[in-house]
């Protein structure tokens, strides 16, 4: 899957631990990429004092098989910003390799 277009949102939750989506704007966005032929393949978000991994807020918030998770860690000791990304398979995050529109050209150039 290739995320093409990222769609910020406000966080409705007043917990430093936890995002919501307003449902009104989850379901315009969903609207919107079905005239477009899209879809929505995942969601974003920070844990400015966690680690760019799932959270137990993130486990319980979880349901839609192979939905895309991409979480920064802001606090991580080595660099100032750590993306990591999941998919959401089996009741199970899993970790899945994060690569740039670079690294995809240089993988398509190598398998033509």
Avoid: K
Avoid at 12 to 30: G, H, V, Y
Avoid at 48 to 59: H, I, K, L, V, Y
Avoid at 78 to 86: I, L
């Amino acid at each position: 899957m290739r995320a093409t277009v990222l769609h910020p949102t406000r966080n409705l939750s007043n917990d430093n631990d936890r995002f919501e989506i307003d449902p009104a704007e989850q379901f315009r966005l969903m609207r919107d990429a079905r005239e477009r032929g899209a879809e929505i393949i995942g969601c974003y978000h920070s844990h400015p004092n966690g680690r760019a991994e799932p959270s137990t807020r993130d486990r319980e918030g979880a349901g839609e098989e192979e939905f895309l998770w991409l979480i920064a860690s802001l606090s991580d000791a080595d660099e100032p910003v750590v993306s990591r990304a999941f998919a959401y398979r089996a009741l199970a995050f899993v970790g899945i390799p994060l690569l740039s529109e670079a690294s995809l050209d240089r993988l398509a150039a190598r398998t033509v």
